[in-house]
C-alpha cells in the first residue's frame, strides 16, 4: 500500500505490506530512500525476496523493532515491513495523448468517486482490460493513496494516472484529439453493450458514488449507456459497473481479434 502525505511538496511517500512492496521493486521506476523490516520477520519468505530484490536495485533495508513500524504506518497493517518511496508521478494529460497517438487508445475518468475502495478496485480492472490511463480530479475524488494502492494490488505501477484540475477541460482536449466520450448514467436508453468500442479511441466517465456524473460533464458525452437490470434495485457500485463496461470492452475486442 501507499501512504501518501498530504502535503504535495513532500518528497517521499509511505508505502507498506510485503506485496505492494515487492511489486513496487519490481515494477516500479520510483526510488526507494529505505526499507524498514520487522526484527522478527527474518524467516518470511516474502521478507527474503524484498530483500533480495532490495540487494538488487541497490536499496538499503533495515531491521527495526515493531514500534518504528507501527509509527511510520499508524493503524495500518504493514505485515512487517515499511518502504519511504519517491511520491507517485502523476503523468500530464498532453503527454499521455501524444505517446498514445496512432493507435486505438482509451482512458477512464472518474468524476468525484469518494471511496478509495472503488478508486484501487477500479485501477486494478482498468490494468486487467488493458485501458492505458486513468484521470483523477485534484479536488472532489480521491486520489492515490494507502487504501488506493493496497485495493489495486499494485496496479498503479502498470497504467498513467492523470490529474487534472478541470475534468471539462480534460474532456474537451481529448475530443479535440479523436476520443469518443462515454458516460455510465443509469437514466441512459442504450445499453452498454450496443456501443462498439474496438474502433475508436474512447473516454469512459464513472460518477460519484451517490450523485453520479456532473451535468456538465454528460452534456460532453457522445455516448450515455445503462447496465441493464432484471430488477428495480439501486444502481450497481461503480467499480463493479466500471468493471462491466470495460470487460464489453475487452469481449468485443477479443472477439475482433480472432475474426
Same mark, same amino acid.
Given at each position: 500500500?501507499?501512504?501518501?502525505?498530504?502535503?504535495?511538496?513532500?518528497?517521499?511517500?509511505?508505502?507498506?505490506?510485503?506485496?505492494? %512492496?515487492?511489486?513496487?521493486?519490481?515494477?516500479?521506476?520510483?526510488?526507494?530512500?529505505?526499507?524498514?523490516?520487522?526484527?522478527?520477520?527474518?524467516?518470511?519468505?516474502?521478507?527474503?525476496?524484498?530483500?533480495?530484490?532490495?540487494?538488487?536495485?541497490?536499496? %538499503?533495508?533495515?531491521?527495526?523493532?515493531?514500534?518504528?513500524?507501527?509509527?511510520?504506518?499508524?493503524?495500518?497493517?504493514?505485515?512487517?515491513?515499511?518502504?519511504?518511496?519517491?511520491?507517485?508521478?502523476?503523468?500530464?494529460?498532453?503527454?499521455?495523448?501524444?505517446?498514445?497517438?496512432?493507435?486505438?487508445?482509451?482512458?477512464?475518468?472518474?468524476?468525484?468517486?469518494?471511496?478509495?475502495?472503488?478508486?484501487?478496485?477500479?485501477?486494478?480492472?482498468?490494468?486487467?482490460?488493458?485501458?492505458?490511463?486513468?484521470?483523477?480530479?485534484?479536488?472532489?475524488?480521491?486520489?492515490?493513496?494507502?487504501?488506493?494502492?493496497?485495493?489495486?494490488?499494485?496496479?498503479?505501477?502498470?497504467?498513467?494516472? %492523470?490529474?487534472?484540475?478541470? +475534468?471539462?477541460?480534460?474532456?474537451?482536449?481529448?475530443?479535440?484529439?479523436?476520443?469518443?466520450?462515454?458516460?455510465?448514467?443509469?437514466?441512459?436508453?442504450?445499453?452498454?453493450?450496443?456501443?462498439?468500442?474496438?474502433?475508436?479511441?474512447?473516454?469512459?466517465?464513472?460518477?460519484?458514488?451517490?450523485?453520479?456524473?456532473?451535468?456538465?460533464? +454528460?452534456?460532453?458525452?457522445?455516448?450515455?449507456?445503462?447496465?441493464?437490470?432484471?430488477?428495480?434495485?439501486?444502481?450497481?457500485?461503480?467499480?463493479?459497473?466500471?468493471?462491466?463496461?470495460?470487460?464489453?470492452?475487452?469481449?468485443?475486442?477479443?472477439?475482433?481479434?480472432?475474426?
Amino acid at each position: 500500500m501507499i501512504l501518501n502525505r498530504e502535503d504535495a511538496m513532500t518528497e517521499t511517500s509511505i508505502i507498506y505490506g510485503k506485496n505492494s %512492496i515487492i511489486e513496487a521493486l519490481e515494477k516500479s521506476e520510483r526510488e526507494f530512500n529505505k526499507i524498514y523490516i520487522s526484527n522478527n520477520s527474518r524467516a518470511d519468505v516474502k521478507i527474503e525476496q524484498i530483500k533480495e530484490l532490495a540487494h538488487k536495485r541497490g536499496v %538499503i533495508f533495515q531491521f527495526v523493532a515493531k514500534e518504528k513500524l507501527n509509527a511510520l504506518a499508524p493503524e495500518a497493517n504493514h505485515q512487517g515491513v515499511v518502504a519511504q518511496i519517491a511520491p507517485i508521478k502523476y503523468v500530464d494529460l498532453d503527454d499521455f495523448i501524444e505517446a498514445n497517438k496512432g493507435s486505438n487508445s482509451s482512458v477512464v475518468i472518474l468524476d468525484g468517486v469518494e471511496d478509495s475502495h472503488n478508486v484501487g478496485a477500479i485501477i486494478r480492472t482498468c490494468v486487467c482490460a488493458g485501458i492505458k490511463g486513468i484521470i483523477l480530479p485534484s479536488r472532489r475524488g480521491v486520489l492515490i493513496n494507502s487504501t488506493v494502492e493496497k485495493t489495486s494490488a499494485g496496479a498503479t505501477n502498470h497504467i498513467s494516472i %492523470i490529474k487534472t484540475n478541470s +475534468l471539462v477541460n480534460a474532456i474537451q482536449r481529448l475530443k479535440e484529439n479523436d476520443y469518443w466520450v462515454i458516460a455510465s448514467d443509469h437514466h441512459a436508453e442504450q445499453n452498454h453493450y450496443e456501443v462498439d468500442y474496438t474502433d475508436m479511441n474512447f473516454a469512459l466517465i464513472m460518477g460519484a458514488e451517490h450523485s453520479g456524473i456532473s451535468k456538465s460533464l +454528460l452534456k460532453m458525452a457522445d455516448f450515455r449507456v445503462k447496465i441493464p437490470m432484471l430488477t428495480n434495485f439501486n444502481s450497481l457500485n461503480v467499480s463493479n459497473a466500471a468493471a462491466i463496461i470495460l470487460f464489453e470492452y475487452v469481449t468485443q475486442k477479443s472477439k475482433k481479434s480472432k475474426k
